[in-house]
């Protein structure tokens, strides 16, 4: 017979490229549309450790109703490590029996059944981090099951991964999840390792940009870990790679937990919101102060975080213990924070050229944690920050 090589190559190519465009649009993408305002909700992790539960889970969802944090727009319960024990005979992922006795779809339509989203926590390798079953080689199976249960968000954290690539191994998940059909969130947890913000922007929602945050003002541990001030310093110059649908992620709240003050819990949130940070709470919030739901349901803060530009707010002076910081706004406003890291009160002052408006501009100044209009001003704003304090602004131009 007659071949045509030609022709025959010619198919080929053809055939090879619908292929590919074909997997390209089932498998190669995430879920579009979500995340396009940094995630909020809240993780057990900071506070509970392994000492997660069905009733645990439950609780906390019922007080993040009750308190005022879904109003406020905490949506995401996520359960991070130590809710897996096993896997059955045929693979699947197996939920501690004693502390999940009716299973996770149960949790899972209990959340739902608040008008709140759900996450779950797997990990990359082999093992979680605290030695629970990891996904490697059942993501596919993992993510249906993640699917089937009606989660909402998952968190893919990085320990016991050997030698795999970081790139690689998230991208599979992604294509897991993706293929598994139900939009979720995929908040990537390799620490900043591999640099995820140069190439997880079409991978995941969130990726961490650092290590653990340690409920602290400045302390660093041997793995790196380290209190906020110090993950905000390892922060600058990621600015650029956060956007709409992606975001760096430099960890969740210790708001609310016993290490920090409340005048550093409140510098604490207001630099989160300022970086545009997801905020996902880390305390207990069946049992929260009034300083501590004061900070997490600052609603005209949290505007500045959720800002629909979502540009990350940027430090325009740093003074040593003095620093300055200014994140553009969709209506073309600032949100601003004077933020104090001595130990003494300063009069801090912001300029208008430091915003990027000329200094005849009068502007509004609205103080954010004083929830007052402080009036109208040109050129500069000046105020006193206490020690270990921010003071939050929002500027307007007339
Ligand atoms: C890693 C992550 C943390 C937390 C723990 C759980 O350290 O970075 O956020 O998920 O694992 O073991």
Redesign the pocket.
Known sequence: MFINHKKDNMLRKVVLIYVLLAGTLVYGQKFDGLALTPPMGW?S?NKF??DVSEKLIKEIADAIVSSGMKDAGYEYVVI???WQVDRDENGNIVPDPERFPNGMKHVVDYVHSLGLKFGI?SDAGTK???GRPGSRGYEFQDARTYAAWGVDYV?Y???HTSTQNAKASYTLMRDAIHKAGRPIVFSI?E?GLSKPWTWAKDVGHLW?TT??IMDCWDCVDERN?AGFTVLLDRVVGLESYSGPGHWNDP??LEVGNSGLTVSESRAHFSLWCILASPLMAGNDLRDMTAETKEILMNKEAIAVDQDSLGKTGVKVRDDGDLEVWVKQLADGSRGVVLFNRGLTSEKMTVKWTEMGYPPYLKALVRDLWQHKDMGKFKDEYSAEVPSHDAVMLRVTPL
């Open positions: 993780n992790w450790g392994c991070d490590d130590c926590y979680t981090c605290q968190k954290d990085w320990c947890c620490w961490r290590d653990d870990n960890d969740m």
